[in-house]
């Protein structure tokens, strides 16, 4: 499976951007897909996922009520859209497919993508 994350960019704190993660060679709709982001010096760090569905999903603490997460399985195709953006927010996000159930943990990630930098400015 190959992922392939866009949308990034910057923007002022309290403004919104929506990122796309495209899947091409795979099953889409068989696996959980989760976004992961990962700021300088600090370690990947989960954000949100999905189910196969799209019934289920989980956030981190840090961004619920702010980040929304889905998925439309016809276009192969899950969505991160990021409300309310603080400069804490700002690091490079990563989209991961995970043959498991909705899962935080990076190693239940199978496939990963190249990441899309969203830097947020106060």
């Known amino acids: 499976v190959q992922l392939q994350a866009y949308g990034g960019g910057w923007v002022q704190a309290g403004g919104s951007l929506r990122l796309s993660c495209v899947a091409s060679?795979?099953?889409?709709?068989?696996?959980?897909m989760g976004w992961f982001r990962q700021a300088p010096g600090k370690e990947r760090e989960f954000v949100a996922a999905?189910?196969?569905?799209?019934?289920?999903?989980n956030s981190a603490d840090s961004v619920k009520g702010r980040f929304i997460i889905s998925r439309d399985n016809a276009k192969n195709t899950v969505y991160l859209q990021m409300n309310s953006l603080k400069p804490e927010d700002t690091a490079v996000y990563h989209c991961?497919?995970?043959?498991?159930?909705?899962?935080?943990?990076?190693?239940?990630?199978?496939?990963w993508g190249q990441g899309t930098q969203v830097t947020v400015s106060s």
């Open positions: 999905i189910s196969w569905s799209g019934v289920r999903t």
């Open positions: 060679g795979g099953t889409f709709s068989s696996y959980t």
């Open positions: 991961a497919a995970s043959r498991d159930a909705t899962t935080r943990a990076k190693a239940e990630y199978d496939y």
